[in-house]
């Protein structure tokens, strides 16, 4: 059935001060943004996460909400990023996701999800089928807008280490923003750090890339299950 404001072009004329201008029809926007948001790669469990059904118990959680809120306002006119880091079940994947989801609906932009852990095990098996991966690395390199999840939950490998490198440093020279999430810490020299984890030269750029955020707080998945 055809849109009854546009006739199905996808486009409309729109008077302003008496100047006249050509727009996207609703209609259009709201497949895009449909299509935007099945292509996301948002796993089941993290479809319902929603800025309004995050609730911060801490300060350092308000804050991150605040950032995270912050940012899509500001998107895509911010090169940017966001790095949440924290202990586990505290929510930043809730609000990476909040994030994710609010570009598309509210900007109808492109924006991607890649858990790290899984990007890793599914590149392994493309390889070990001996299918190219070039096109599945296109995508997650030059997404719009990234976010990269659990990053440093994977096992400490230099394939790992090398392919977060890449990743970096193509979307650090490309002023394209991300968003990534870990439970390592930032500013130390542990085994359990950013830096002790990856190399200085990615630490360092994802730092100049990325406003840093701590996520402190209790585990939610362990109160919710009463422990």
Partial sequence: MECQICGGSGWILVT???????????????????????SAGIPP?????????????????????????EFVQLFPFTKKGVLLFGTPGTGKTHLAVAT????????????????????????????????????????????PFLVLDDVGAERNT????DLLAEIINHRYSQCLPTFITTNLTVGDPSPDSLGGKFDHRTESRIY????????????????????
């Fill in 158 to 161: 230099e394939w790992a280490r």
């Fill in 45 to 69: 469990r993290y479809r319902q996460c929603r800025f309004k059904n995050y609730y911060p118990k801490t300060r350092d959680q308000l804050r991150a909400l605040k950032v995270c809120k």
């Fill in 100 to 143: 994710l989801r609010n570009i598309i609906t509210a900007k109808g932009l492109k924006g991607f999800f890649c858990d790290f852990r899984d990007l890793l095990v599914e590149l392994k098996l493309m390889m070990e089928q001996r299918l190219p991966i070039g096109e599945k690395l296109e995508e997650i390199r030059n997404a």
């Fill in 208 to 227: 100049d890339m990325c406003t840093i955020v701590q996520v402190s707080g209790d585990d939610r998945r362990k109160e919710a299950a009463g422990l």
């Fill in 16 to 38: 302003k001060e008496g100047k006249q201008f050509v727009k996207r029809c609703q209609c259009t926007f709201s497949k895009s943004v449909k299509a935007y948001l099945e």
